[in-house]
Every structure is written in structure tokens, then in C-alpha cells.
């Protein structure tokens, strides 16, 4: 199991940036696939971002539009998403996520979220 702690969250206006982290520990980061997922009040839990062990290859959601980057830096065992022109609706807690077998796109270990708060 891995353990997750995401961080970076706060209060910006609309258009604004925020990076989050996610700083990952309990087995070989470099080997799964890391992705950020949100959850606004009242609102199912919706992917965001994932990207590949590798590093190569990311998927995004719809609605991100180039506006977030996910990276990773395997030697500091971390994950990072950069959001860029933010709106009210990005407005979520924003969670980490560690596939749970590599290459299953199955994300099982999830970190405590980071609250992401965007004004208008």
C-alpha cells in the first residue's frame, strides 16, 4: 500500500494558478500510474489527469482543455499538477490517486484531498 499526501490547495481568483503536490511513500513509486481526481459539494468524485509509470503518456479530462499539467519527478517520489486560468468551477477537493497493480488503471490507494478554492 502507499501512502499519499496531497498539498498546494488554497484560495485563488478566477484565472489564476495553483500547483498541487503529491508526495508518495510504502513501495516503488516509479512503477504506477498517478492520477488527480476532484469532488465538488453535491457532485460525484471525477477524474481529472492520469499519467503513466513511464512518464509518457497522460490522459485528461474533457473540461481541462490545456489548461492543467500533471507531471511526475520519480526520484523525489512525487506527483504535480499545474492548473492554469482557473474558474469558479474547478472549485473541489482535489485528491491523489496510486494505480493499485501496474497497468491496471485501477486506482485503489487515494490521498486525503487538498481543497481548491477558485472566486469570482
Known amino acids: 500500500q502507499v501512502q499519499l499526501v496531497e498539498s498546494g490547495g488554497g484560495l485563488v481568483q478566477a484565472g489564476g494558478s495553483l500547483r498541487l503536490s503529491c508526495a508518495a511513500s510504502g513501495r516503488t513509486f516509479s512503477r504506477y500510474a498517478m492520477g488527480w481526481f476532484r469532488q465538488a459539494p453535491g457532485k460525484e468524485r471525477r477524474f481529472v489527469v492520469a499519467?503513466?509509470?513511464?512518464?509518457?503518456?497522460?490522459s485528461y479530462g474533457d473540461f481541462v482543455k490545456g489548461r492543467f499539467t500533471i507531471s511526475r519527478d520519480d526520484a523525489k517520489n512525487t506527483v504535480y499538477l499545474q492548473m492554469n486560468s482557473l474558474k469558479p468551477e474547478d472549485t473541489a477537493v482535489y485528491y491523489c490517486?496510486?494505480?493499485?497493480?501496474?497497468?491496471?488503471?485501477?486506482?485503489?490507494?487515494w490521498g486525503q484531498g487538498t481543497q481548491v478554492t477558485v472566486s469570482s
Open positions: 499519467i503513466a509509470w513511464s512518464g509518457g503518456r497522460t
Open positions: 490517486a496510486a494505480e493499485g497493480t501496474p497497468g491496471s488503471g485501477q486506482y485503489t490507494d
